[in-house]
């Protein structure tokens, strides 16, 4: 059982440059978030997924987009990379309770490192 | 002690102590809180969790209180081990639209000294 697996783990890109990011869970959880962690800082949420085929905005949606096309994966893509986007990218997901959302603990994947030059 | 939105704190202790790890939270709405562990290189990981329904929960070495008259949640950790070393998170979920969203705290670090 993997949990949560998040490709590639660390990535150079130049200014201009586009890429995805590919989360997969295998716990068959409805909800899937991507964070950011930069450093000193807590996570901050990009955008987020309540099931197959919905995404929404978190805190920080700007310059991203994402894709959940099938419920175990989630996809995040940098559509022209900016050094403000050099950062530590984290994926989670969770289960949900019933239709009143989810109260239960995220599982993480251990991150992708992606640098802008 | 850390708020859900502070510069990192620090906290260093001797092997064999306790420690406390604090966080404030803003939302008196929020219900549900977890503590996570991030060790260096790796993803947060669940420690414990609480609702808003109990002020106390224990876990193995573990506990969470939780004040919700002042907003506090705390972290304890008995006999703290170089292991537990760490950048520890408090999560608070709070709803919105319908979907509970959790907002995480900028973490405090534990420095285990053997």
């Known amino acids: 059982n993997a949990g949560v697996t998040q490709t590639p783990k660390f990535r150079v890109l130049k200014t201009g440059q586009s890429m995805t990011l590919l989360c997969a869970q295998d716990?068959?959880?409805?909800?899937m978030y991507w964070y950011r962690q930069d450093p000193g800082m807590g996570l901050r949420l990009i955008h987020y997924?309540?099931?197959?085929?919905?995404?929404a905005k978190g805190e920080v949606p700007d310059g991203y987009n994402v894709s959940r096309l099938k419920k175990q994966n989630f996809l995040l893509g940098l559509e022209s990379a900016a050094p403000s986007q050099t950062s530590v990218y984290f994926c989670?997901?969770?289960?949900?309770?019933?239709?009143?959302?989810?109260?239960?603990?995220?599982?993480f994947g251990d991150g992708t490192r992606l640098s802008i030059l | 002690g850390e708020s859900v939105g502070l510069h990192l704190p620090t906290l260093s202790v001797q092997e064999g102590d306790n420690s406390i790890i604090n966080c404030a939270y803003s939302?008196?709405?929020?219900?549900?809180f977890i503590w996570y562990k991030q060790e260096s290189g790796k993803g947060p990981q669940f420690i414990i969790d609480?609702?808003?329904?109990?002020d106390k929960r224990q876990g193995q070495r573990v506990t969470v209180l939780l004040n919700k008259t002042v907003k506090h949640l705390s972290l304890q950790i008995a006999a703290t081990q170089p292991g537990d070393s760490a950048v520890y998170f408090c999560?608070?979920?709070?709803?919105?639209?319908?979907?509970?969203?959790?907002?995480f705290g900028r973490g405090t670090s534990l420095i285990v000294h053997p």
């Open positions: 989670a997901s969770s289960p949900s309770l019933g239709g009143v959302g989810s109260n239960q603990p995220q599982h």
């Open positions: 716990m068959n959880h409805e909800y």
């Open positions: 997924s309540v099931g197959e085929g919905t995404t």
């Open positions: 939302n008196s709405a929020s219900d549900y």
């Open positions: 609480i609702r808003s329904n109990m």
């Open positions: 999560a608070e979920n709070r709803g919105s639209g319908g979907s509970y969203i959790p907002t």
